[in-house]
């Protein structure tokens, strides 16, 4: 069982629409929790991160953890089409920290006009 | 403007080959990093340094070494490069290990070995 779980996608979602990209993780102990945005060809972009269970938002974004059920989910409401990318979940062992970070192999999302 | 490069951006070599790839950041960042980036697998953590002279091994770090002489820079080298080291490498940095500290990537590197 990989440590850090996505859909690989696409996930194909209209303009406008709401994207919803998930990720499972297998240590319970992980306390810190990131979405990083990479376009093709580019480097990994910081988009969020969250620690504590329940919503966190930052304009279009939300993050979503739930501890109980191993989930971190990532919102994007209004999809542009510059949202097209992948999408990494990452995961941290330590709380507080943002250093060794494990990394999901992301989920690719297309938004169509 | 403070960044983080890489060089080469590209590179082609042969088995067996000592090969270097540079990782130089004018931040004054404490904390390097040194990712592997595959298809299926995504990006994994080879080696790490918290400051100068602190390195540490990271997930697949067999083959590879790092040595942290200053703040700046973090080189990766591959002792003896080998097929599976075929890759997309990228180096990031981190001011601390605070949890607001923001690990930034470089463009990355695409290697490979034939």
């Known amino acids: 069982q990989k440590e850090v779980e996505q859909n690989s996608g696409p996930l194909s979602v209209p303009e406008g629409a709401i994207a919803s990209l998930n990720c499972t993780y297998s240590?319970?102990?992980?306390?810190?929790f990131f979405w990083y945005r990479q376009y093709s060809g580019k480097s990994p972009e910081l988009i969020m991160f969250?620690?504590?269970?329940g919503d966190k938002e930052d304009g279009r974004f939300t993050a979503q953890l739930n501890k109980a059920s191993q989930y971190v989910s990532l919102l994007i409401r209004d999809s542009q089409p510059s949202d097209s990318a992948t999408y990494l979940c990452?995961?941290?062992?330590?709380?507080?920290?943002?250093?060794?970070?494990?990394f999901g192999t992301g989920t690719r999302l297309q938004v169509t006009l | 403007d403070a960044e983080i490069t890489q060089s080469p951006r590209h590179k082609i070599t042969e088995t067996g080959r000592q090969v270097t790839l540079a990782c130089h950041q004018t931040?004054?960042?404490?904390?390097m990093f040194w990712y592997r980036q595959d298809l299926g697998h995504g990006l994994r953590l080879i080696h790490y340094?918290?400051?100068?002279?602190?390195?540490n091994k990271g997930e697949v770090s067999d083959g590879y070494s790092v040595s942290r002489s200053n703040t700046e820079d973090l080189p990766l080298t591959l002792e003896s490069a080998a097929s599976s080291q075929t890759s997309v490498y990228f180096c990031?940095?981190?001011?601390?290990?605070?949890?607001?500290?923001?690990?930034?990537f470089g463009p990355g590197t695409r290697l490979t070995v034939l």
């Open positions: 990452a995961v941290s062992p330590k709380a507080g920290t943002a250093s060794k970070l494990t």
């Open positions: 240590d319970r102990g992980s306390q810190s």
């Open positions: 969250i620690y504590s269970n």
């Open positions: 931040w004054n960042h404490n904390n």
């Open positions: 340094s918290y400051g100068v002279q602190d390195t």
């Open positions: 990031a940095s981190q001011p601390s290990r605070e949890l607001t500290d923001t690990q930034y």
